[in-house]
């Protein structure tokens, strides 16, 4: 493995954009090749962000041999074809969430990646975030108690216009898959998989859901309460509670530079290293992943990926939500 990990981001979008401005805080990363369905748009991009090389095809990003892992940053309705291709091609792949709609082709890229050794991780970046990551080591060392219940709401202002990715059921449009896999997997990290999973939805016109809550029962006793939405801003908090003290996240509790850990009437605020929007911490993931030679990322394990999947589609079947045909 060289000094630096050479990254390939394929696509051009929102997300392909502030990943490739994060990578510049690691030392050891290199942004070598961009690739697109078009070749003015990864000029375009390779320009603006700096990336050496340019290519107008996906197969040509993936086959570009001076190229060590692939970010997959379409919408979600192409990570499929694009996580294939890149593995296929021998390539680490983080993709982006969520892996895909459908379970069985997370599955399929899943075995595809073990059965050829070829790293692959969910860019869930949230589960890199130091703040989280010693959120859940707290939890673990019993700083809490014992876990009883976590609240944690992903709410974003509407209305987005007709033509946005979002409203779109062709491309995965809806509120559950884009940012409700947000508190799902941040509840999961505090209670594992529940025992009971309730959800209501608004849904919107062209068939996907807008404004979603769900509530989880574990065997435990310990319950989950959370909710996402396209239509209001809300306060997108998290509160991890236990028998012993709790704790709260402010503001986009999925990527934080810090919480409060409550004991009573006591409140600690605890502050963690924090630069740019955060995506270099998923990409340092996997640049230990690779150095240390690990099949798969232990911070993000893809049975982890699988069963949140498997949680977003019982949802989806309590809600209506079908991206099926
Ligand atoms: N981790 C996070 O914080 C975060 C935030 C936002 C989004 N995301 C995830 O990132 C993904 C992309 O979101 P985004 O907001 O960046 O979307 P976006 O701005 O619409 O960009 C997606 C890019 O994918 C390509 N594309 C567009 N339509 C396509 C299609 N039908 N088939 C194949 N490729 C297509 C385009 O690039 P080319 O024209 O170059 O092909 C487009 O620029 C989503 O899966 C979303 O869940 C993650």
Same mark, same amino acid.
């Given at each position: +493995?060289?000094?630096? $990990?050479?990254?390939? $981001?394929?696509?051009?979008?929102? $997300? ?8 510049? #805080? ?72 969520? /892996? ?53 709401? /992903? ?25 409700? !896999?947000?508190?799902? &997997? /941040? ?15 608004? +849904? ?7 404004? &979603? ?25 998290? &509160? ?29 605020? $605890? ?34 990926? #699988? ?7 019982? !949802? ?10």
């Amino acid at each position: +493995m060289s000094d630096r $990990i050479r990254w390939g $981001i394929l696509s051009t979008g929102n $997300i392909a954009a502030a990943f490739a401005e994060d990578l510049r #805080l690691l030392p050891d990363a290199e942004l070598a090749a961009v690739g697109s369905r078009s070749t003015e748009a990864a000029e375009t991009f390779a320009a603006k962000h700096g990336a050496a090389r340019a290519h107008g095809s996906w197969r040509a990003l993936v086959e570009d041999p001076d190229v060590d892992a692939i970010y997959v940053a379409t919408p979600h309705t192409a990570h499929y074809e694009a996580a294939m291709l890149a593995l296929r091609a021998g390539k680490a792949t983080l993709c982006e969430k969520p /892996f895909t709609l459908a379970v069985g082709e997370a599955e399929e890229l899943v075995e595809t990646a073990r059965s050829g050794g070829v790293f692959l991780m969910e860019a869930m970046w949230m589960r890199c975030i130091p703040a989280v990551r010693r959120m859940i080591e707290l939890a673990g060392d019993g700083a809490i108690g014992e876990v009883v219940s976590v609240h944690a709401d /992903f709410g974003m202002q509407g209305p987005f216009p007709e033509t946005s990715r979002l409203r779109d059921r062709r491309l995965g449009g809806g509120a559950l898959y884009d940012v409700g !896999i947000y508190p799902v &997997t /941040f509840a999961d990290l505090f209670l594992g998989r529940p025992s009971s999973v309730q959800a209501w939805a608004r +849904m919107s016109a062209g068939g996907v859901d807008e404004n &979603t809550g769900m509530l989880f029962g574990y065997d435990s006793g310990a319950v989950a309460a959370l909710t996402c939405s396209l239509l209001g801003d809300s306060a997108r908090r998290a &509160t991890v509670t236990g028998t012993l003290g709790r704790m709260e996240v402010a503001r986009d509790f999925f990527h934080p530079a810090g919480f409060t850990l409550w004991r009573g009437e006591s409140a600690e605020h $605890i502050d963690l290293p924090f630069e740019g929007r955060g995506y270099q911490f998923e990409a340092a993931e996997v640049h230990r992943c690779l150095r240390e030679g690990l099949p798969e990322s232990p911070l993000v394990p893809l049975s982890d990926t #699988l069963a949140i999947l498997r949680i977003l589609h019982e !949802i989806s079947g309590k809600i209506g939500l079908d991206y099926s045909s």
